[in-house]
């Protein structure tokens, strides 16, 4: 059966009568008043800097090496953030609950917004790190992932395979696997570094729509000898309009539909010189998180 559009859900909402409580959960991650830098990776060539971001809690995912274990994502990757925009606990108590919090286990998940700010450092000691080339990749699984296994339909690691390259392999900036599926239950990825996840590789690759879709992918140039430009700004936002039920904080912990709610953002940039390893710049998020119950 087709999903509900809009105005279906709307009708349902009003005859249910859901909605008298509307919550909008805030989050921030990165740079603060001090500008204190997104802690970034290095990639196998050391000439390039990376990290990622997932919407939502980090996904349990496939470990690298021919084992059938997962852990989180982050694991032991500090340059792995995460923003946990669908934590919105259930309170019943309406005299007391605010605007982070649902009154009912029953509601809708309307949207997701989130605004990003990423800003280019000129005064450095190093002036080839004063103007560098971005990439930024907004994507998600075309299965369900989760932090919870179980809620998790599949546990790729994008960190492999993001990226499509020649020899029949799938890469991303820690290793690559082979593009066949996984084998007996056991994954066959690899944490080799390769000429295929160099930096340069990095930037220009193409990406992996056979098992991911992909919301943006941008390159874009800041810096001194760019006319000066150094900050970039975007929006994401996530039209949702979904039915949940689930006593879980987490409202991606719940059987109501297969959806996959886990989205990554990840950001490399280079100073394309020989001589200079890249400067990660200042990253800051906003979300907000739209919630009706009640």
């Keep these: 059966m087709a999903p509900f559009n809009k105005r ?21 991650l990165g740079a603060t008043a001090n500008l204190d830098k997104l802690t970034a990776n290095d990639t196998h060539d050391g000439k390039g800097k990376y ?20 852990h989180a994502i982050n694991t032991s990757r ?18 007391d609950v605010d605007t982070q919090e649902r009154v009912t286990p029953e509601c809708y998940l309307e949207s997701v917004h989130a605004r990003m700010r990423l800003i280019q450092e000129l005064d450095v000691t190093d002036n080839k790190q004063s103007h560098q080339e971005y990439r930024m990749l907004v994507f998600r699984h075309k299965e369900r992932q989760s932090d ?8 790729s690691n994008p ?22 599926d996984i084998n007996g239950g056991s ?3 690899s944490g080799a570094s390769n000429n295929s996840n160099d930096t340069q590789s990095l930037m220009t690759m193409m990406t992996n729509k056979q098992d991911y879709v992909f919301m943006k992918d941008v390159r874009f140039y800041l810096g001194k000898e760019y006319g000066g430009k150094h900050i970039y700004e975007d929006v994401f936002h996530w039209d949702h309009a979904d039915p949940v039920a689930t006593e ?14 886990t989205w990554y953002i990840a950001i490399f940039c280079t100073t394309n010189t020989s001589d200079t390893n890249a400067d990660f710049p200042y990253v800051r998020f906003d979300t907000t998180t739209h919630v009706t119950s009640g």
């Excluded at 340059?79 to 005299?95: A, S």
């Design 187 to 189: 994954n066959d990825y």
């Design 159 to 180: 960190l492999y395979d993001m990226f499509l390259a020649g020899s029949n392999y799938k890469y991303g900036p820690l290793g690559l696997r082979s593009k066949a």
């Design 248 to 261: 879980a904080t987490d409202l991606t912990h719940n059987e109501s539909n297969n959806k996959n709610y």
């Design 78 to 95: 500090p340059w792995f953030h995460q923003i946990p925009v669908y934590d919105v606990p259930v309170n019943t108590n309406e005299t």
């Design 148 to 155: 919870d296994v179980r809620f998790a339909e599949n546990f």
């Design 51 to 70: 990290a990622f971001i997932s919407i939502g809690k980090a996904p349990q995912v496939w470990t690298s090496g021919a084992t059938d274990t997962t």
């Design 8 to 28: 279906q859900i709307g009708y349902i909402k009003a005859i249910a009568d859901v909605g008298g409580h509307t919550s909008y959960k805030t989050g921030t």
